[in-house]
């Protein structure tokens, strides 16, 4: 089945300093992926959606000079975290559908293990 | 505007029993129903999804929900309860109405626990 895989798991860094996570995936072309944050025992908040070749799109509140996404190709998306401070400590978890053909609202997200993120 | 409610935090059901976590959503469209499941410090897992079709919906380890359009409910299911079941199960919806692709919205998730 498809596979997503997401790196580091765990970090650690100083306030100020940038933190990049990745989310690949494996065994098919990803035509979009979704950046998702988790509060300690919350749900799930979308961040963004980003496209293979284009600008992601951030959800609303999400500042977008904080976490750069880019999605440079079909298998990878990079998230990072500018100037990381204590309150970005979070999990954060990408997910990835393929897209082509038309809308596909009945696609399964294949998500990655997660990245937890803790800025001392 | 779409949304999920999951209306437990938690459920505890004993080893061998049969477990239910509820489901109530709201869409404008046809709902295009989903559950994850998530183990600690881990991705989401899917587990089954309603698109179209029988109300009664099979998935992975054994799990199987019921869609009701009339409740608007989508609640998960098991006839016997592991121990190996506790953990972390989100629902989620997207609006189904064609014309693109619609994010997907989490419940707030609802964590089992089942006891040996």
């Known amino acids: 089945g498809a596979v997503v895989s997401q790196h580091p798991s765990r970090v650690i860094c100083k306030s100020g300093t940038s933190v990049k996570i990745e989310c690949r995936s494996l065994?098919?072309?990803?035509?979009?992926m979704f950046w998702y944050r988790q509060f300690p025992k919350q749900s799930l908040m979308l961040m963004a959606t980003s496209n293979e070749g284009s600008k992601a799109t951030y959800e609303q509140g999400v500042e977008k000079d904080k976490f750069l996404i880019n999605h440079a190709s079909l298998t990878l998306s990079t998230l990072t975290v500018t100037s990381a401070h204590p309150e970005d400590s979070s999990f954060y978890i990408c997910?990835?559908?393929?897209?082509?053909?038309?809308?596909?609202?009945?696609?399964?997200?294949?998500f990655g293990a997660g990245s937890r993120l803790t800025v001392l | 505007a779409q949304s999920v409610a999951q209306p437990e935090d938690q459920v505890n059901v004993a080893e061998g029993n049969p477990l239910t976590v509820k489901c109530t959503y709201s869409?404008?469209?046809?709902?295009?129903l989903f559950w994850y499941v998530q183990y600690p410090n881990r991705g989401l897992q899917f587990l089954l999804k309603?698109?179209?079709?029988?109300?009664l919906v099979k998935g992975s380890y054994g799990f199987e929900a019921e869609f009701n359009k009339s409740q608007t409910s989508f609640h998960l299911k098991k006839p016997s309860a592991l121990v190996s079941d506790s953990a972390l199960y989100f629902c989620a919806v997207r609006d189904g109405r064609t014309g693109g692709y619609n994010k997907l919205i989490f419940g707030a998730g609802t964590r089992l626990a089942v006891h040996p």
């Open positions: 065994d098919f072309q990803a035509t979009t």
């Open positions: 869409v404008s469209g046809n709902p295009y």
């Open positions: 997910s990835a559908t393929n897209l082509a053909g038309g809308s596909s609202g009945a696609n399964v997200l294949t």
């Open positions: 309603y698109i179209t079709g029988d109300n």
